[in-house]
């Protein structure tokens, strides 16, 4: 079911009423939130229902059962920032941000905006990446990843002082760009408390990252997460790669989380379902390993057996030769399944 704006908003004033008679239920397991790109589709779709702000995605995860959102929050007034803190904490709903490092010292200003907004929200952690694309497109020389990771490091070493001023946690997420070491080197070395990860369950088997190990080794770091489910299946330059509905991948979620609470019980689980058509991970091509050289010959050679082992009978679901009115559709659909399961599998 897909709702209008105007239905959100009603729906989202009614529910103070309903908070309200319902009692405390703190001692309950946190719900799983969700990520505003697993709303990709309708974002990009303002005349079919787009969200239009934070407020009227909050509103919606609240009506999906979620119990928050991780949103871009912007730069907002003093007056839309408290509407919707309190909208948040009247429907015990938690927000967290997506903001951009900043690139250069030209773009502190522009991030410190946004950083104060989301705070004055009630966000008191952002996710954020160093990298907007893909490690193995972007890059076509160890000497150009190795560039990026300096900058990187750059925006980071710039983002400090405001992230401490304002006493916010900022988690970079493992997104396709980092290995996980790669990634708590760069954080050790930046040394800052309220510098930690953002752990996505799914990204870093595109580099050739066991899940499992991806989790261990990044969960006592984390401030946050992304929590998704996988499918995989091979293609004639390494394997396709796509999110599936929690439950119906390969990933051992239940396990997953289970090494998330032990290493910091306070995590919030946050759902990134992104319905598209499966991503190509060109594992056997030469461009692929430009920036990979140090990766032992047999990761690939584990991760190619665990594609070949966990790949399911039917292909990977395709959206791009759906119409619009089902590619939104499905996308809703995935992620009602979802927090469904979550719900009964994952005590979120």
Known sequence: MLWTRREVLAAGTAGLAVWAARGDEAAAPPRMGVVLYSYGIRRGAEKDGGFAGPMLFVAYCRQLGAGGAQTALGVRDDDYADKLREYCEHNKLYLEGI????RDRDDVDRFADE???????????????????????TFDSAEAFGQFVEQGKQSLALARPVVEKHEVRMAVENHKDLRSPELLDVLKKLDCPLVGVCLDTGNSIALLEPPQETVDLLAPHAFTTHIKDMGVEEYADGFLLAETPLGTGFLDLEKMVAALR???PEIRLNLEMITRDPLKIPCLTAKYWATLDDVPGRRLAEMLALVRAKAGKKPLPRISDLSREEQLRREDDNVRQSLRYAKENLRA
């Open 262 to 264: 032990q290493a910091r």
């Open 99 to 102: 903001i951009s490092a900043p």
């Open 115 to 137: 950083v104060r907004t989301a705070k004055r929200c009630g966000a008191g952690v952002f996710r954020t990446a160093l990298l907007n694309g893909r490690r193995y497109e």
